[in-house]
């Protein structure tokens, strides 16, 4: 049984609803594998920036971010 006040309920779970609601694609990466044949296309944990996932993002859905911040 999960606590109502656990950083997953305070923190977790509304930070993924507010992506999912802006369109982002959302993932439970609690136990990703990296390497060769990773969940999320990175070799280790350090690397914070997911490249292949970033890279391929068309030009106007980075200039709506640009207008929205």
């Known amino acids: 049984m999960s606590s109502l006040f656990s950083e997953d309920a305070l923190v977790e779970q509304p ?4 992506f999912a609601g802006l369109g982002w694609e959302t993932s439970n990466c ?3 594998k990296f390497g060769e044949n990773s969940t999320l296309g990175r070799e280790t944990s350090s690397e914070v920036v997911l490249l292949p996932r970033l890279l391929p993002m068309p030009t106007a859905k980075l200039e709506t ?3 929205e911040t």
């Open 15 to 18: 930070a993924i609803a507010l």
């Open 30 to 32: 609690f136990d990703e």
């Open 65 to 67: 971010v640009g207008r």
